[in-house]
């Protein structure tokens, strides 16, 4: 399969920014995805971004993309205690999606 | 909104037990996936399907089989259960063959083997 990287853990203060950092190594992965799993939660769709962009916004989220490192962020503006969660990339394959091993935000209040 | 429903959010089970974990979505999609979750290694693909009756391998599916014998509905079977398959367990959907699609998941299967 392919090796998805992210960072295990971050800790942010509640109203700071946080970025949540993704490397990936197929560089013809048509979309990445973000998902965000709450405490006892399955994996629910955060956002996305097509291959072909380098930034996408929605709300408090901004998803970067930099096709030639193959690294991919999420950025949360005015980080909330209920942000609190796991967060996973997710790079498209063949046939499936591969995910990387999750980034566990805390939100210190 | 999709929905994924997995039978049980809590289950425990005996060493050499058959343990069936079940998945239904009621969106009439062709794909369906169980992956394991364990702290540290992220989400593992046991094995996929993209349509009734068809089924493939993923990157861990020893000691697992799966049945797909209605498109809504997606078993996961550990033949003889050990203590090593006690995990999170998550089941997702999506539509149409190719990854491009992103997948829809259920609440998950916490299993705990004794």
């Not at chain 1, 950025?75 to 967060?87: E, K, L």
């Not at chain 1, 790079?91 to 805390?106: H, I, P, Q, S, Y």
């Not at chain 2, 078993?75 to 539509?95: G, R």
Request: overall charge negative; proline content about 3%; some cysteine.
């Amino acid at each position: 399969g392919e090796d998805v990287e992210q960072s295990l853990f971050l800790s942010v203060r509640e109203g700071d920014s946080s970025v949540i950092n993704c490397t990936y190594t197929d560089s013809s992965s048509t979309y990445l995805y973000w998902y965000k799993q709450e405490p006892g939660a399955g994996l629910q769709l955060l956002t996305y971004i097509f291959s072909n962009m380098d930034m996408k916004q929605d709300q408090r989220l901004t998803v970067l993309l930099n096709k030639k490192d193959k690294h991919l962020s999420l950025r949360i503006a005015d980080t909330q205690t209920g942000d609190s969660a796991i967060y996973f990339c997710a790079e498209v394959g063949a046939n499936n999606l591969f995910f990387g091993t999750g980034t566990r935000l805390t939100v210190i209040p | 909104d999709v929905k994924v429903t997995q039978s049980s959010r809590y289950l425990v089970k005996r060493t050499g037990e058959k343990v069936f974990l079940e998945c239904v979505q009621d969106m009439d999609h062709e794909n369906m996936f169980w992956y394991r979750q364990d702290p540290g290694l992220g989400l593992r693909l046991i094995y996929f399907s993209y349509d009734v009756k068809m089924k493939e391998k993923g990157d861990i599916p020893e000691g697992y089989s799966v049945s797909r014998e209605k498109k809504e509905r997606f078993s996961l079977i550990l033949e003889s259960a050990s203590t090593n398959q006690t995990s999170m367990y998550l089941c997702a959907s999506s539509p149409r063959q190719g990854g491009n699609q992103p997948q829809h998941f259920g609440d998950g299967t916490r299993l705990s083997i004794l």
